[in-house]
């Protein structure tokens, strides 16, 4: 049966960088790399000039469900169909990511840990620390440069639902976590622990 990490931190805080760098030390071949934002709600249905108003910092805004669903069916031994997510108009695509399973999953992203469901699916769950006004800048220079975002429309989110979420959901999820990782990705030291372990394991099994 695979192994499945759980990567979970702020906005901004290095998650992503802290999950490549294990799979680069893992080996890409031994592990599935799935993002939580991948599984944002398609909202298709709704006016597009109303789709920037949505709470995507709230865990309604995940397809939970669907995200539990293709994490079990990873760890049974099948493969799936990971949705595609389109951050520009806040639709899913039409097409979809065939994922075969792997050793090992690495699920990464801000309300991995909100959910308990998904949480007691998790083998090891990392919680990434990072500054606060660090997170927001790398935030903003994400959204402007990858989504198209204008620099008020980052500010204005993120003063009235991304930093009330994290506080509300994400930060006493901290507290789930198995292991806490300052500094993201730079925390060398940190990652070889975790990649260490992770090798361990996989190659008992």
Known sequence: MPIIIG????????????????????????????????????????????????????????????????????????????????????????????????PAIIIEGILVFSDPQIRSLLDIKIFVECDDDIRFIRRLERDIRERGRSMESVVTQYLSTVRPMHLQYVLPSKFCADLIVPEGGSNEIAIDLVASKIRSIVNSR
């Open 7 to 102: 990567i979970s931190g702020g906005t901004g805080s290095g998650k992503t960088t802290v999950a490549q760098k294990i799979i680069s030390s893992v080996g890409a071949a031994n592990v599935v790399f799935i993002q939580q934002d991948s599984y944002y709600r398609n909202l298709s249905e709704i006016p597009v000039n109303a789709r920037n108003q949505v709470n995507f910092d709230h865990p309604d805004a995940i397809d939970l469900e669907l995200m539990r669903q293709n994490l079990e069916a990873l760890r049974a031994g099948c493969a799936i169909d990971r949705p595609i997510y389109d951050f520009v108009t806040h639709t899913r695509k039409p097409e979809t990511l065939h994922v075969e399973p792997r």
